[in-house]
């Protein structure tokens, strides 16, 4: 890894030299009730409009790798034939400027699965081998469990990487675009007093995260306690909305329809992300339910994420970046659950 410093107003030079991409990034979208800003992901137009000093977005950027809905195939008949198209829907070269570490650690998560050699996604690779990503370092909010999870510092999946030194940026630098890119600005090497500064922020970041989760010997836990009466009790909880997984970095099951046109002359067969909340979601031909329940789907999302993945990649599919239990109206959080299971008893 290759670190640099540039000054702090060479930010806006940086965004011009990108900004002749597509430029996705951190913007404003709105107050909540309460009057604290919320954020999005979202093509960028002009400087002033990326917000990489943002706190957190509700929505991942997943939309971009993994569409809510994408087409996989398409079928037309036609002179006692049939033609089937396939369009990977691979994007032009994105450019995605302030992904903080956890989001970035998602996608690292999700490669492991969409890019790997068991269940490769054609679609999802096309659009994350066109991804140039800048990352930032964030300020921890405090649903943030991300230390907890190991996911509060990266160290691959980025082209380069900035921490905000005061008047000017610390950059971590993992590509050779991004080096020539970087020459473009007044770089240069890091002194002994940014070296300071940067591990007096670090230190100052670290004691910011106050929300935590016990994952020691949780596999292990989760075994033991399959059968848990404290599943029921989040389960009487949980409406079954499917908000968890929408807004969730980490979470891509789908479900495939197929669509046949009235003239019975063309069709398309669609992916649809699906939540493994939702009531029909282990429904199969003949209408047997095997997960008829709300608790035991809401179980089998936290096995899948802490049991399952743990087995297979040897860490959990969750990088602790909080959004589901911001965004769940039952209050359900991640930490509450798994201290709950920890403690056999459900808060009230
Ligand atoms: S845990 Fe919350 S967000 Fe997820 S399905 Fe249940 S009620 Fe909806
Ligand atoms: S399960 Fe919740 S905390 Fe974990 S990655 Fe998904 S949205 Fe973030």
């Not at 030079?13 to 919320?38: F, M, S």
């Not at 006692?80 to 989001?103: A, M, Q, R």
């Not at 999870?149 to 000017?168: A, I, P, Q, R």
């Not at 997960?291 to 087995?311: I, M, N, V």
Request: charged share 25%.
């Amino acid at each position: 890894m290759l670190f640099k410093v540039f000054p702090r107003d060479q930010l806006e030079i940086l965004y011009d030299i990108l900004a002749g991409h597509h430029l996705v990034g951190p913007q404003i979208i709105g107050t909540d009730r309460n009057g604290q800003e919320l954020f999005a992901f979202d093509y960028i137009h002009s400087f002033t409009e990326l917000r990489i000093d943002f706190t957190s977005t509700v929505h991942s950027l997943k939309s971009f790798v993994l569409p809510p809905r994408e087409n996989l195939s398409s079928f037309a008949l036609a002179n006692n034939d049939w033609e089937k198209n396939v369009d990977l829907g691979i994007y032009k070269p994105h450019v995605f400027f302030g992904l903080h570490p956890c989001d970035i650690n998602a996608l690292n998560k999700l490669d492991k699965v969409l890019t790997g050699p068991v269940y490769p996604d054609p679609f999802y690779t096309g659009k994350r081998k066109n991804m140039f990503i800048i990352g930032v370092n964030c300020i921890p909010q405090p649903w943030c469990f991300c230390k907890s999870m190991g996911t509060d510092t990266v160290l691959s999946g980025f082209d380069m990487f900035l921490t905000d030194l005061g008047d000017k940026y610390f950059v971590e630098i993992q590509s050779a675009t991004a080096y020539d890119i970087l020459m473009e600005l007044p770089i240069t090497e890091p002194t002994d007093e940014d070296h300071r500064r940067f591990v007096q922020l670090m230190d100052e970041r670290n004691s910011k995260f106050t929300c935590q989760v016990d994952n020691s010997d949780l596999t292990k836990i989760l075994d033991l306690e399959f059968q848990s009466p404290v599943w029921q009790e989040w389960g009487k909880r949980c409406m079954s909305c499917g908000t968890c997984a929408n807004v969730c970095p980490t979470c891509y099951c789908y479900g495939v329809t197929e669509h046949v046109d009235l003239d019975l002359k063309s069709a398309t067969k669609q992916k649809q992300l699906y939540s493994c909340n939702l009531i029909d979601f282990a429904m199969v031909s003949g209408g047997h339910n095997f997960r008829p329940d709300s608790a035991s789907r809401l179980k089998y999302r936290y096995y899948h994420k802490h049991r399952g993945f743990q087995e297979a990649y040897e860490e959990a599919l969750c990088v602790g970046c909080g959004r589901c239990g911001q965004a769940c109206l039952a209050g359900i959080t991640v930490p509450e659950v798994i201290d709950s299971v920890r403690r056999q008893e459900v808060p009230k």
